[in-house]
Every structure is written in C-alpha cells, then in structure tokens.
C-alpha cells in the first residue's frame, strides 16, 4: 500500500541572535490511508513544528532547511503561494492547541463557516452555505440553531467540536490534531476523541495525532513515533510500543504514566530534565538521562533504519520490553 | 479502617458549605443569585497520609484550598487545624502557627516563585523568619540539605541560580523546597504536576510521596487524573458540582466504582491497557452545572444513567457501604 503522506529527511531550523537551533533534525516518516499516527513527546521536543512544518504555516524566525514532504502525490514544500491556500484545510487541515480560542469571538460562527465555503470556492451562496454547515454541525452533535451565535455562547468542548466540524468542512485526506483535548476535562476530552474516530470511519481521512499523554495515545492510535529533542527515536505500531518499547526513552515515558488496575507498583519516570536543543551533546541526545547508556552512546549517533514505519534509533535496544 | 477511626485527625473540615453570590445573566440591573459552590463537605486528614480530591474543572476542588488558605470564610461549617478553628483563632500567635504549619502547593511554578531572587534567598528567608535561625554557616547547611533533599543538586551550584534559570521541574522541586523549609505539616496541593513535562511528573510526585512516608507530612492532593491521585493516595474523594459523590479507600474506589459520576470518570480515563474505544457511561451532555441553595434532586441526575423521578426530587444521603466508604446516590 502506497503511503498517503511521506516526509523525507525533513529538518527545520530556528534562526536565533546567538545562531541556529535545528528544531526538527532529519525526521523521517509515513502515514498510511485511514491510520491514525500518534507522535508523543515532552514540550519543547519538536511535535508541533513538524505539524507546522506539513502545512507550511512557519514564518521567520523557523525555516525549514532541508526535506521532502509529499501527501498523494503533491510536494508540498514547492507550492506557490495560490496553491498553498488551496491546499490547506483542502487537502490538509489542522487542529490547533487551545483551538477554542481560534474562533474569531466577535463573528458569528455562520459566517465563520461561509468564509471557508467561499474562499474555496465551493460556494458564493449564503443559504446553500448554511445548509453545508448545519450538516457538519450536526456531525459533531451540535444543533444547527448554534451557527447564529457568537463563539463565546460556547462551551469549551463545544467550541473545540465546532472547530473540528469546520477542518472537516472540505473532506481533508489528512487531519492534522495538535493536542486537541489538553485544555478540557477527561470526561470532555473523551466525547471528543470518540467523536474524531467515528467521523474517521465514516469519512476515511488519515490523522497525525499530537499529545503528550502516551497512555491516551495507545489507545487511540495505530502507530505511535516517539520523539525527543527534534528526533523521532522510536516508530512503531501502538501494540509493540505498549508491550515491548525497545527506546529506553520510550520505556521510560511509558513507566510515567500510572495505571488504573493492578498493584500500585512504584514508578520511576525519567531521570533529569529534557536537554537544550542549543547544547546537543556528541553522540546519542538521550545519553545524560539514560539508564541503558554506554561508551558508544557517547562518540556515535545512533540512526535509524531502512523503514521509515517501523525503527528505533538506539545502540542498546531493550529486548522485549525489558531493562 | 477501622484503627484509622480512632486517630486523631490533624486537619479536619466539617459540612462546609460555600455560597457566593454571583450575577445574574441579563444586564448589570438583574440583581443577583446564590451560586452553592460546595455543599456539605467533610473530610479528615491523617498524618503521613495523602487524600485525593477528583473532579472536573469547576467542581470545587480549588475553592477548597482557598477556604483552607484563609481566602474565603465557609458560609457554613468549620475547618480545624489540630483542633483550633482555622477561620477564627483565639490568638494572633496562633494564626502565625497557623500559617507555618499549613502550606499551598500552587499548579503554576513558573509564577510561584519570585523572580527577583535567587532560590538561596527564597530558600533561607523561611529558615529566618520562622525557625530563628541566624549564623549564616547554619543557614547554609539547612538549604543546602533541603536542596538535596528536592532532588536539585549540585546544591551549591543550584541554589545560585534564579527561578527563569530553572526549567518547569526544577522550579516545582524549588517551591517544594521551600515549603519544606517553612516546616509545614499540612500540605495542600493543587494539581502540582499538570503544568510540568510527562516526563519529570512522576519524579515530583515520587518527591511528594517520600516526604509523606519519610517526614510524616500531610496531603490534600488535588487533581483531575485519577491514575496519579490512585498512585499517591490512601483515601480519594470524588466531587461532583461542590458535593462529594463518593468516598474512601483509594483502591477499592478506582477498582470499583459505585457512584454512576465515578464509573463515568473512570471509563473516560485513559488506560494503554483497553483494546477498544471506551463505552462512556453517560447521558447527555457535559454541560457545566451550577448549583443554588433552593436547587432539588441530585446535582448528578441529569447526566445519570441510573436517574429516575425520584433522583430529580430527593437530595440523596450518604450512604455506608464498606469500612469509612460513603457514596452520595438513591440507588444503592
């Protein structure tokens, strides 16, 4: 099966007065059709750039130096600017951290949705316009009488579903979720993602899902990559990566997350704090707050192999899960 | 349990109830109603053990650490610490004891703490000003103990530093820091890992816990993750719009639920363990609910599987179903 979205070598620089920090470094990955990828990662290690990168929305100071991005076909680093317009939330739209506060508070959500219609040209006609958005309201549960109001007649988790209804207003292949439920409560956030994955089965779009919760992530996803300091250190299906993590990192951020069942055992967590991209140690990032780590760890980076849906980057890998 | 009943609890509340009075919707002329924020709460806090209090945001949970900081007076009820009334001391020196004994945890660390000094300073001045101490040799052993002790070593190199040096753990450790320092023995923690990187909560809350086991210290954890709150805790109360819908023994509770609002919780966390999507046991919509002192029923009937007539009428009682766990339903 061919894959929907390919990223190639992709790197992306940060230009700062004291020089460049490269953000994202030489990431690499797939998603297929209708798969759902989870990338996970603490703050700071690269998850949104890379979102921010597939649909182009950098501004200076960011620049993406190097890479290849290509969803079905299109290379997406060479469109012109008409294009691009056209391509994204066509294409390619996107979810965006707190989204509720991407609503324009002091337009009606209506004619929020007649702007998409009409700038992509699907339609000039205000009726036939709202009729499409009813539909999709009612897609995400919200009664199509709701369009007149203002976003702030909202609750949070109603204005986060009406944001999903719109990044699904023109059929996107691929829905880009930049941790859509972190500001909203567990109950909330739940309606939320069991929302995103019936709407995924009915209307078969792909999704790059972006968090910081792993246990969230395993249960959502088919495929988790796991990223630290502007790597992607482990691709692999969300099963393998539950039951047998073969990144120490991965271990260790699955080890951070407490369980509902069983014994409470005592947990461990990651030893440290996350490392400044401007002072990248030789060799492996991971190396100062490894548990696995040795003298190779130290001199060599460790790469990644051929396939670009399943690989970790690790000279001591675990086996099976354990340490 | 049933040893636990005869200590002596060092921090107690006692049926409070919060009441505020809030706008009406309508315009600055539409007067105003009574917002019931927490109805009839009541717990008991043990020495070298942790209570957890669960709900969704705009429960209650942080207006119970405000009357306990002494931010609002209860409209009803008391709160005692070691068996004086925290909102009404008989003597000045006692609210000074008061204040060294009782402590706040904040979510934020990246605004706790000063930024204009450095954590010597924020570290030493507590050592000051509640225990005496005046040689500065002393002073220097103490933090650089207390550094050691929160985990932020090379202490003498750290405690240099200012708090935008630090990253977002670091600065949590900091704050614990002096918190320790102050000498507190109660200690209320509101939510003090959901600003913090997945990666370095653990570390906080393994910290949180070895001052529980090792210092016999005292925490009110409050949180909306219930793994953590399983994790850290002993006893869990769950609230539900300002009432408590469900308490006791940690485990027995997360392990099986009794109260619909609790199952309901329990299904929507995240558990790597669940094959399929969750079932959400829940009707309707989560819709933020308020609650007035004239209000019937159970606050939780319009969201609840079970409801009947009777749950839209009758204000449910708590009910005894183990040792020292009640759950607050009409269909028990």
Not at chain 1, 24 to 31: E, G, K, L, P
Not at chain 2, 278 to 303: H, M, N, T, V, Y
Request: overall charge positive.
């Amino acid at each position: 099966m061919d894959p929907l979205l390919e990223v190639n070598n992709l790197s992306v620089d940060y230009i700062t007065m004291t020089g460049s920090v490269r953000a994202v470094d030489d990431v690499s990955f797939t998603i297929n059709p209708e798969e759902i990828l989870g990338l996970a990662g603490e703050s700071g290690c690269g998850k949104s750039t890379i979102a921010y990168s597939l649909m182009r929305l950098h501004r200076p100071p960011a620049l993406i130096s190097e890479g290849q991005i290509n969803l079905g076909g299109t290379d997406v680093l060479r469109l012109n600017t008409e294009e691009l317009r056209k391509f994204r939330w066509e294409e390619m739209s996107m979810v965006f951290q707190s989204a509720m506060n991407c609503l324009n508070p002091v337009v009606r959500l209506d004619k929020q949705f007649f702007e998409i219609f009409k700038y992509h040209g699907i339609t000039n006609n205000k009726k036939e316009a709202f009729e499409r958005s009813a539909e999709l309201m009612k897609i995400v549960d919200i009664a199509p009488e709701r369009l007149r109001d203002y976003p702030h007649q909202f609750s949070g988790g109603m204005r986060q579903r009406a944001i999903i209804a719109m990044a699904l207003a023109l059929k996107p292949k691929l829905l880009i979720l930049d941790e859509p439920t972190t500001a909203l409560d567990t109950v909330v956030q739940r309606e939320i993602l069991q929302k995103i994955y019936e709407l995924k089965q009915k209307f078969k779009f792909s999704i790059l899902f972006i968090t910081h919760d792993l246990s969230l992530m395993m249960e959502f996803c088919d495929t988790v990559a796991v990223m630290y300091a502007g790597k992607i250190v482990e691709m692999a299906p969300s099963k393998q990566i539950l039951n047998s993590p073969r990144h120490p990192y991965t271990y260790g951020l699955k080890n951070s997350f407490p369980s509902l069942k069983g014994d409470v055992k005592y947990m461990e967590g990651i030893a440290g704090s996350p490392v400044s991209l401007s002072m990248l140690p030789k060799g492996c990032r991971f190396q100062d707050r490894c548990f696995n780590v040795t003298g190779e760890c130290r001199r060599y980076e460790p790469q990644a192999g051929e396939n670009k849906h399943n690989f970790v980057c690790c000279h001591n890998r675990l086996k099976e899960g354990k340490v | 349990m049933s040893d636990k009943t005869s200590r002596t609890p060092i921090f107690e509340a006692k049926n409070i109830v919060m009441d505020f009075k809030v706008q009406k919707s309508g315009g600055m002329f539409a007067g105003t109603t009574t917002l019931r924020a927490l109805n009839d709460v009541s717990f008991e806090m043990y020495e070298g053990e942790s209570l957890a209090v669960v709900g969704e945001s705009g429960c209650g949970k942080s207006t119970l650490c405000r009357i306990a900081m002494r931010v609002h007076s209860p409209t009803e009820g008391k709160m005692t610490y070691n068996g004086m009334d925290v909102h009404n001391f008989d003597h000045k020196k006692d609210y000074t004891k008061y204040r060294e004994k009782v402590q706040m945890i904040f979510q934020d660390p990246f605004s706790s703490l000063n930024p204009l000094h450095s954590i010597d300073y924020i570290l030493s001045r507590p050592l000051k000003l509640y225990h005496g101490m005046k040689k500065k040799k002393e002073i220097d052993e103490k933090v650089n103990e207390i550094m050691e002790t929160v985990g932020l070593i090379p202490a003498v190199e750290q405690k240099r530093k200012y708090p935008h040096q630090l990253s977002g753990g670091q600065k949590q450790r900091a704050f614990i820091g002096k918190v320790f320092a102050i000498g507190a023995d109660v200690i209320f923690a509101d939510e003090p890992t959901s600003m913090l990187d997945v990666s370095i909560r653990l570390g906080v809350l393994n910290l949180l816990n070895k001052m529980k086991f090792e210092n016999k210290k005292s925490f009110l954890y409050i949180t909306h993750d219930i793994a953590t709150a399983r994790y850290f805790s002993e006893r869990i109360i769950v609230l539900y719009c300002g009432h408590m819908v469900e308490w006791g023994d940690v485990n027995k509770v997360v392990i099986d639920p009794i109260h619909p609002y609790t199952q309901l919780l329990i299904s929507a966390a995240p558990d790597p363990e669940r094959e399929t999507l969750a079932e959400l046991k829940e009707k309707g919509r989560a819709e933020i609910q308020q609650w007035s002192p004239d209000s019937k029923g159970c606050p939780f009937a319009p969201r609840c599987l079970k409801a009947t007539d009777i749950c839209y009428k009758h204000f449910p009682e708590a009910v005894e179903v183990g040792e020292g766990r009640f759950v607050r339903c009409n269909h028990i």
